[in-house]
């Protein structure tokens, strides 16, 4: 538009410089210096025009970079939670991935103390228990034991004079099949009757374990502390301290469960729990002190 109006302008000098030449007035040389003056002020329009566009442009390419960076910026922030969120995942699998090893290890030894006749006094295991809890393996092989083919604790009969043995085999047995509410009572009542003998502790520990598998993480700790007040000696403290932190969490007592979690770090710091301890605390966030 602007150079338009000058296009304008400058014919209306030429026909104003055309009409004073004819009548004598304007002189060529007058002539010549408006043509003059005319190209300059189209030359400024020119100039003019052009930075006017280029202002345009650079304050729409300065918007369209602003939105990128917000974009990119929305980005790193989503695949940073999400990195976060997969470091807590592998961590909590990390302590699982402990746990179920250390359980391994316990049904060994339990299998290989009950096929080879182990002496009194030595501690005996219940294994983890099956993942079809009411339907018993029939292949003989123990579940979690990897296809080694290993034989299940035998159920001793109920009823009669029943040695300790039998009641704590029987409890096992229960306990390996998913029948929770059974086995408490036999560890129980194993507890309560034979309260001397090298699995008494063992007793309360999986009276609280059966507590555990049926989800009810308030009376499992109810039945770990009794464990502590009986037998402060026990072998299996790390364990018990560490699945009465891990009930906490369930319960959503984030602060008591780093409570247990830091005990079992510090006062069995080589155990295999304590690893396990380690693990979760880190997935809660805290360190071991």
Not at 31 to 36: P, S
Request: hydrophobic content about 35%; aromatic content about 6%.
């Amino acid at each position: 538009m602007t150079r338009q109006r000058a296009t304008r302008a400058g014919r209306l000098v030429l026909a104003a410089g055309f009409l004073a030449a004819v009548t004598g007035c304007v002189s060529g040389s007058d002539i010549d210096g408006l043509h003059k003056h005319l190209s300059t002020v189209e030359k400024e329009v020119d100039v003019v025009s052009k930075q006017s566009s280029s202002k345009e442009e650079i304050a729409k390419l300065s918007e369209t970079l602003a939105k990128q960076a917000q974009t990119l910026l929305r980005s790193n922030a989503d695949l940073g939670t999400k990195f976060d969120d997969l470091t807590r995942e592998m961590q909590a699998l990390a302590g699982k991935l402990e746990d179920a090893n250390r359980r391994l290890t316990q049904l060994s030894q339990q299998i290989a103390e009950t096929q080879g006749h182990a002496p009194a006094g030595t501690v005996v295991v219940p294994p983890a228990p099956s993942p079809a809890p009411q339907a018993p393996p029939t292949s003989g092989a123990a579940p979690g034991a990897g296809g080694a083919g290993l034989a299940p604790v035998p159920a001793a009969p109920r009823g009669g004079s029943i040695t300790p043995a039998d009641l704590f085999a029987q409890a096992t047995a229960d306990y390996q099949r998913g029948r929770y509410d059974l086995a408490r009572q036999g560890f129980e009542d194993y507890a309560e009757k034979f309260p001397r003998t090298d699995l008494s502790d063992d007793a309360l520990y999986w009276a609280g374990e059966c507590w555990s598998a049926q989800k009810k993480p308030r009376e499992a700790i109810t039945s770990f502390d009794k464990l502590f007040r009986t037998y402060p000696q026990s072998d299996k403290a790390p364990a018990a301290h560490l699945k009465k932190g891990i009930a906490h969490l369930e319960l959503g007592e984030k602060a008591q469960a780093m409570v247990e979690l830091n005990f079992v770090v510090n006062q069995f710091p080589g155990s295999d729990e304590a690893k396990s301890a380690r693990q979760r605390l880190k997935s809660l966030g805290g360190d071991s002190r």
